[in-house]
Structure formats: C-alpha cells, structure tokens
C-alpha cells in the first residue's frame, strides 16, 4: 500500500508563525492608543461632574442633621491629583478619586454645598483636559446646578 499524507512541514509552519510576528511587531506600534486617552477623559468629566452632583444630593439629603453641608476638595497641587467628598460635620470621608497623571484638572480646589444646595464659596469651576481635548465643568453657585461641557 503506498499511502500519501498532505500535511505542512515544521519548516513551513515556523516560516508563517515568524510572519504573522512580524507584521504584528510592525501594526502595534500604529495602534492609536490616543483614543483610549480620550475616551478616560471623558470617563473621568463625567465622574467629576457626577461626583459633585452627588456632593450635592448628600447635603440636601442630610440638611436636618448636618448645617455645615458637604464639600468635594481637590488633592494636590494643580494639575489635582484627585479629591475627596467630605462630611463638613464630622469631616468624613464619603468617597475619594484618584485622577490619572495623564489628565490635567485645574481650577478651583474646594466645592462646599450647603444644606440647601447651593454653593457656599467661590470656586465654582474646574478644566479637565488631555490629548488636545478639555471639558469645563461649571457649578452655579446660587442653584448648585452642575454643567460639563466640551469645549
């Protein structure tokens, strides 16, 4: 019996294994990773803007108990680093960000919501920006309305 076997040689399948390695060491450096950038830019505004809204509901919700509200402050030397939202009664820590190294945010460093809402200080807005992209997230002090905006 002469049997004939169709298959590919060790030599052929170490030849296309190196191929595909070589156009993959050649397209992952072109991968635009700009978009995953962009992308936890936008995660992290949105995060921002959501947090002080939160800072927000906590000091209406707690009025009762608490005439000192709630505040969100920024850590760090600007660019911040992050923040924490605190109790401005018992000066609790409710919840804590860290923002990447490669977002920028700057502007105001404390965010103190009374018992109505409102924004009892001065700083009412903060710029988040990174890979050519920025947000501005503005509170209105009277109200404590919170916009995010692209710029």
Known sequence: MNKSYKAYSLVELIIVVMFIGIL??????RIDFAIVSKQKLDTVAQKIAVDLRRTRRLAIADAANNSNGFEMKMKGSQPYSGYEIENRETNEIVDSLTIDS?????????????????????????????????????????TGMVKCVEN
Do not use: K
């Open 102 to 142: 490669d977002i920028s945010c700057t502007g105001g460093d404390t965010f103190e919501f009374g018992p109505m809402g409102n924004l009892t200080d001065e700083d009412c807005q903060l710029q988040v920006a990174a890979q050519g992209r920025s947000f501005t997230i503005t509170i209105i002090p009277a």
């Open 24 to 29: 993959a060491a050649i397209s992952v450096p």
